[in-house]
């Protein structure tokens, strides 16, 4: 079956550190361009950061939302076919639901976007609370 799992998420205190993992099953996750977002409650879903597909010379890239670039990072584990989201520095503002998206079919190459509606395969989502 082909889905895709988040996983990481709990409670944190602020200035603490996270890292969620997004498993894809049933292909490479790796090789396709990730999304990550997140959605607080009462909040429209927002973009995290993304990176690249993979081409056959070319390895992905990561973009991030301003507000987080220098906190976040994603980075793509080919080893267990995995993609991740380090979070650090954490603030009660970061309190939200994360979830990765990729699409259904391959895209390679540079280009990803910050955009939900640009994604057609999402996971479950996995709480990320921060408070004391």
């Known amino acids: 079956q082909v889905q895709l799992v988040e996983s990481g998420g709990g409670q944190v205190q602020p200035g603490g550190s996270l890292t969620l993992t997004c498993t894809g099953t049933?292909?490479?996750?790796?090789?396709?361009?990730i999304g990550w977002f997140r959605q607080a409650p009462g909040k429209e879903r927002e973009g995290v950061g993304c990176?690249?597909?993979?081409?056959?010379?070319?390895?992905?890239?990561?973009v991030y939302a301003e507000s987080m670039e220098s906190r976040f990072t994603i980075s793509k584990e080919y080893t267990d076919t995995t993609v991740r989201l380090q979070m650090n520095h954490l603030k009660p503002d970061d309190t939200a639901v994360y979830y990765c998206a990729t699409d259904r079919v391959l895209k390679a190459g540079p280009g990803c976007y910050l955009k939900a509606k640009k994604y057609d395969r999402w996971g479950q989502g996995t709480q990320v609370t921060v408070a004391l």
């Open positions: 990176i690249d597909g993979d081409g056959r010379s070319y390895r992905g890239v990561p």
């Open positions: 049933g292909f490479h996750l790796p090789y396709y361009r």
